[in-house]
């Protein structure tokens, strides 16, 4: 089994910067993409950025030049650096990562984690 664990959230005023982590544990034998999501109340999950194993990096729209994605390998871990915040980026947001376990390695599974609340408020 793989355990995705999120940290970091809490509250910022706009323009202000947070940095989510989000770390993998478990039987892990190879770890592909992994990405952030969000949740804002009423709205459906969102894909904010996801980063691949070699490190090339997608980010929505709505964040480009404002957040940052990143991964250690060797800790099996994910970033999300978010500056210039916006009370819009309100949300949960969650932790993806496609996995290969060490009792499946055959198959890709995706992982979720609990998610973090962000809010964004003066």
């Known amino acids: 089994q793989v355990q995705l664990l999120e940290s970091g959230g809490g509250l910022v005023q706009p323009g202000g910067s947070l940095r989510l982590s989000c770390a993998a544990s478990?039987?892990?034998?190879?770890?592909?993409?992994m990405a952030w999501y969000r949740q804002a109340p009423g709205k459906q999950r969102d894909l904010v950025a996801h980063i691949t194993s070699a490190g090339r990096t997608g980010y929505a729209d709505s964040v480009k030049g404002r957040f940052t994605i990143s991964r250690d390998n060797a800790k099996n871990t994910v970033y999300l650096q978010m500056n210039s915040v916006k009370p819009e980026d309100t949300a949960v947001y969650y932790c993806n990562a496609q996995v290969q376990t060490i009792a499946e390695v055959t198959t890709v599974t995706s992982y979720w984690g609990q998610g973090t609340q962000v809010t964004v408020s003066s």
């Open positions: 478990g039987s892990i034998f190879s770890i592909y993409t």
